[in-house]
């Protein structure tokens, strides 16, 4: 990985630490961060991200970023019309609950809506009380959190398509112009080289509480810097989404990065 005559004792380790709370600009999910330790963090010959903690903050009905909160409907063959779900982290008990409320908010006529789900297949079924209702799959970005996929029929009972979704953001991607510029890559529409340093998952992660991650072959994803140095005095640390939207981390969560360094002196 490294030059063979470059010898032992012309290496140094280190680790970094990375603090969210520690940062010169930006926010929790965006910050800079100065190392202030000038010599060595400017002759860095290779990387790794480490050890990383990530706060699970991202709720699974969002409005704000990755919308998925919308549902646009036709009553009676009438023009179309949109409801909202106000953003939060729901459990299902709590959706059914809000997307009534939602629902009937633009409903006419003295029409509602009971919703129900089934503990065998894990669909919900709409049942209006007085006029036919039809989903639209265009703009119902709410469509994969209850199960729809395509147009319903327009009818008085309604039943999703597949069981609903309500797992939420499921993996958060850790970027780095500094320290991993152009080391990865996105098969993504409009995406191609990207400069991702690591990714954590967030599937053992309760909402509210902390994500980690441990690096298990050092050598398989270090970030070699070759014959030239890279200077980490000052570093950027971005928080992104699988599509690479920024995903945004309360000022009142703290992310934690430990990098490994080889450093050149």
Not at 27 to 34: K, L, R
Not at 239 to 265: E, H, I, W, Y
């Amino acid at each position: 990985m490294y030059r063979q005559e470059m010898s032992i004792s012309a290496i140094n380790k280190r680790l970094i630490s990375i603090s969210s709370d520690d940062r010169q600009l930006g926010t929790a999910s965006e910050f800079v961060v100065d190392l202030k330790e000038r010599y060595a963090t400017q002759q860095v010959r290779a990387a790794i991200l480490y050890q990383a903690q990530i706060p699970n903050v991202f709720e699974n009905i969002r409005s704000a970023y990755l919308q998925n909160n919308e549902l646009v409907l036709s009553e009676n063959g009438a023009a179309n019309v949109v409801c909202a779900v106000p953003q939060g982290q729901y459990t299902l008990a709590d959706l059914i609950t809000q997307l009534k409320v939602s629902i009937d908010s633009v409903l006419t006529g003295g029409n509602v809506v009971t919703i129900t789900n089934s503990t065998v297949t894990n669909k919900l079924t709409f049942t209006f009380s007085l006029l036919t209702v039809q989903f639209l799959k265009t703009g119902s970005s709410l469509y994969p959190s209850i199960g729809f996929n395509q147009d319903s029929a327009d009818a008085l009972i309604l039943v999703s398509d597949s069981f609903f979704n309500l797992q939420g953001i499921s993996m958060v991607y850790i970027h780095s112009p500094e320290i991993a510029l152009s080391h990865g890559i996105d098969p993504g529409k409009n995406s191609g080289i990207i400069n991702l340093l690591g990714a954590v998952s967030l599937s053992d992660a309760p909402f509210g509480g902390n994500a980690y991650f441990q690096a298990k072959n050092v050598t398989l994803a270090g970030i070699n810097y070759g014959e030239e140095n890279r200077n980490l005095s000052t570093i950027k640390i971005i928080l992104r989404s699988a599509d690479g939207t920024k995903l945004p981390v309360p000022d009142n969560f703290q992310v934690l990065l430990t990098l490994k360094v080889l450093l050149a002196v």
